[in-house]
Nanobody, 127 residues
C-alpha cells in the first residue's frame, strides 16, 4: 500500500520555472527508484525523469535534459522535479511514480516498471 501525492503544478509563461513535489507514504521509500511521467491530452504517458533509491543515479528524457532536475530527500520521503526554461510543449499532467522492485534501476524510463502512481498535477505553460 503506497500513497503518492504530487503538488506544485500551475500556470506559467514560457521560459518560467516550477518545482513539483511528490510526497510518499512509504516506509521503505529510500529503497525505491522514483520517477516522473507526464501525459498531454490525446497522447501517451511519457517518461520525464527518474532517480535511484540513493539519489546517485538519474535519468532524463532527451526533451527535458538540461532544463529539468530530479532530486529526492529520503529523510522527508519526498521527490522533486525542478522545471526551468519551460516550453508550451511541457504542458501536461505530471505524475509521480514508484518502481515496483526495491533497489532496481535498469529500464527506469519504462513506465511498466512503476507500480504506484500519484493522482497527477497539471502543468500549463503559456506561449
Amino acid at each position: 500500500q503506497v500513497q503518492l501525492v504530487e503538488s506544485g503544478g500551475g500556470l506559467v509563461q514560457a521560459g518560467g520555472s516550477l518545482r513539483l513535489s511528490c510526497a510518499a507514504s512509504l516506509r521503505t521509500f529510500s529503497r525505491y527508484t522514483m520517477g516522473w511521467f507526464r501525459q498531454a491530452p490525446g497522447k501517451e504517458r511519457e517518461f520525464v525523469a527518474a532517480i535511484a533509491w540513493n539519489g546517485v543515479m538519474t535519468n532524463y528524457a532527451e526533451s527535458v535534459k538540461g532544463r529539468f532536475t530530479i532530486s529526492r530527500d529520503n529523510a522527508k520521503n519526498t521527490m522533486y522535479l525542478q522545471m526551468n526554461s519551460l516550453k508550451p510543449e511541457d504542458t501536461a499532467v505530471y505524475y509521480c511514480a514508484a518502481h515496483t522492485t526495491a533497489f532496481m534501476w535498469t529500464n527506469s524510463n519504462n513506465l511498466a516498471n512503476f507500480g504506484s502512481w500519484g493522482q497527477g498535477t497539471q502543468v500549463t505553460v503559456s506561449s
